[in-house]
């Protein structure tokens, strides 16, 4: 970007984002201690983000590392074939003042991060990898001001790439497998679905009533789709507010997303875990179904409508790879509504879009 796009871009940033400065004034990078990794060893990258304006940044904490790894921050390759994020996917809610980490000018943070828990290492190979994340998730929940900042070439942050070889070894299932609260204590099944992580009576009666909900919800949005003509797709409100212009290709995706959500909660062994004490809703491993790990914010929720109970079990369901294989590229109504209009081939693999098509709130036809 040059100089003079680059302050006329700061001016817009002023205007949206009061005393933060944008991400394009962050510079990220990272490093590693060898370039040669045994199959015993871990994986582990510092990442360094610099503030290299005149003025503080605002960012949001779940895609810089300052509380552990939470979201796919790196992209990385063995032998050039993409390597997947396989940790845990949320459900949160709206990001608070707490949920940003602020640099002033000129400061420097680094986190050290275990990648081999957290992508799929099982293979010899030459691998790269890269911190990136986009101005969608960095600016989150107001994915129109970073497509307005996009347009300006500032785009999120991104660091040059780091390579090493690596010897293969088995892919452990990633953080699950290491002691997470809630890995098996006080099982207990009832009516064919599984609680583990000592669930109450009462938890386990709001997990049964959040999953009739679901089951509802998803049984819907599979008869909306699949029952709504060609003729008048292009004129589905409903459709349009979460997923974009109608679009043949697409219609069909997220149909048959619904179809697997539909088919998953109704015949597939479910699991719920209420050891989670994070501020989240609920969050799964995409590669181990069928189990979901329920938060502190789910209790709250409602059990049918907007953020509530029903839509979250659709929300994590739809995250497992042998099912919708959904991400979070934006949280909340109004990311999801504004995905839609920017961009429609993303928003048909967001999570909450699915979630919010699903609880239909208010009703749309």
Request: aromatic share 10%; with cysteine.
């Amino acid at each position: 970007m040059s100089k003079q796009n680059k302050l006329h871009a700061l001016a817009i940033a002023a205007a949206l984002f009061s005393t933060s400065a944008l991400a394009d004034g962050i510079h990220a990078s990272l490093s590693m201690s060898q370039q040669d990794y045994q199959a015993s060893d871990d994986v582990i990258v510092t990442v360094t983000l610099t503030n290299e304006e005149h003025v503080p940044v605002k960012l949001l904490k779940w895609y810089t590392a300052a509380d552990g790894v939470e979201e796919a921050l790196f992209k990385v390759t063995a032998d050039g074939e993409p390597r997947h994020y396989l940790g845990a996917h949320y459900k949160r809610p709206a990001p608070t003042k707490n949920d940003y980490v602020k640099l002033k000018a000129g400061e420097s943070v680094s986190y050290q991060v275990e990648l081999s828990s957290l992508y799929d290492m099982s293979q010899s190979a030459n691998y790269e990898i890269s911190y990136d994340v986009s101005s969608m998730q960095l600016f989150a929940p107001n994915p129109g001001q970073a497509k307005k900042l996009a347009r300006l070439g500032i785009d999120g942050i991104k660091s040059d790439s780091v390579s090493f070889y690596l010897e293969g070894r088995e892919f452990k299932g990633g953080a699950a497998a290491k002691g997470k609260p809630g890995t098996g204590d006080g099982g207990t099944t009832v009516d064919g679905v599984s609680f583990t992580g000592r669930c109450s009576n009462s938890e386990q009666t709001a997990i049964l009533a959040g999953l009739d909900a679901a089951k509802a919800m998803a049984a819907n949005a599979k008869g909306y789709l699949q029952g709504t003509s060609t003729a008048n797709r292009s004129q589905s409100v409903r459709y349009n507010t979460w997923f974009g212009n109608y679009d043949a290709g697409r219609w069909d995706a997220v149909t048959s997303n619904f179809v697997n959500i539909d088919s998953t909660l109704n015949t597939q062994p479910l699991t719920f875990d209420c050891g989670c004490s994070k501020s989240y809703y609920a969050y799964v491993y995409p590669n181990q179904p069928y189990k979901i790990y329920m938060c502190n914010a789910f209790w709250s929720a409602p059990t049918t409508g907007t953020d509530s109970k029903g839509g979250t079990i659709i929300h994590e369901t739809s995250h497992f790879d042998v099912v919708a294989g959904t991400d979070d590229i934006v949280y909340g109504q109004s990311g999801a509504k504004s995905l839609a209009i920017s961009d429609p081939s993303q928003a048909i693999q967001n999570a909450d879009s699915h979630e919010y098509f699903a609880e239909n709130t208010p009703n749309q036809n």
